[in-house]
Nanobody, 123 residues
Framework: VQLQASGGGLAQAGDSLSLSCAFS????????MGWFRQTPGKEREFVSA????????SYAGSVKGRFTISRDNAKNTVYLRMNSLKLEDTAVYSC?????????????????WGQGTQVTVSS
């Protein structure tokens, strides 16, 4: 399984960005998918996740109401729409896939990780 995140970049506070995660190497519908982010010196933190059939989504409190996760299994892609960006959203965002994820917000439950994409929010 390979994951490739894209769509990061530089944005101003209040702007929007959309991230994409391209999945390959298996059938994506077998996997729950998550987005995590990390800043230097800090642990990787949960951002959002979506179950295999997209029936359940989960968000960190800090992004709830601003970010939206979605997936298109036919295109083997997961998306993260980020609205009303804040300075504290600056991080490297990575997508992850897990075939047996019990708790969507636990990074330990994901099997595969992609290289991240940098999101930088400025004032």
């Amino acid at each position: 399984v390979q994951l490739q995140a894209s769509g990061g970049g530089l944005a101003q506070a209040g702007d929007s960005l959309s991230l994409s995660c391209a999945f390959s190497g298996d059938t994506v519908i077998r996997y729950a998918m998550g987005w995590f982010r990390q800043t230097p010196g800090k642990e990787r933190e949960f951002v959002s996740a979506i179950t295999r059939g997209a029936s359940v989504t989960s968000y960190a409190g800090s992004v709830k109401g601003r970010f939206t996760i979605s997936r298109d299994n036919a295109k083997n892609t997961v998306y993260l729409r980020m609205n009303s960006l804040k300075l504290e959203d600056t991080a490297v965002y990575s997508c992850a896939a897990g075939s047996a994820v019990g708790r969507l917000n636990r990074k330990e439950e994901y099997d595969y990780w992609g290289q991240g994409t940098q999101v930088t929010v400025s004032s």
